[in-house]
């Protein structure tokens, strides 16, 4: 991985870079994954009843036609979001220079 890295940082196009880049996070992402261990510890029926009905709960849809749960929700608003600026105290845009 820091191979790739330091081609990366030489030649910011290299196929190769980018190949060995990936490869070494994907080896550590699985070398993590691999020795993970999970417990579950035992819960009651009324709890995990609860925590069902809350998950379905927020995933049910909003209005019509509108956004499914909260993740439709915050997907929404972040698309809404992406098409308008916020002005800053000079009433430009943010991330424009004022010259």
Sequence with gaps: MLFGIGLLFWCGRNILGWILTIAGALSILAGILANLHIYFRPSSLFNTLVMLVLLVAASAPRTPGGANGSFGLIATQLMR???????????????ERSG
């Design 81 to 95: 979001s992406r098409g308008k600026r916020t002005k800053n105290a000079r009433g430009g845009s943010f991330g």
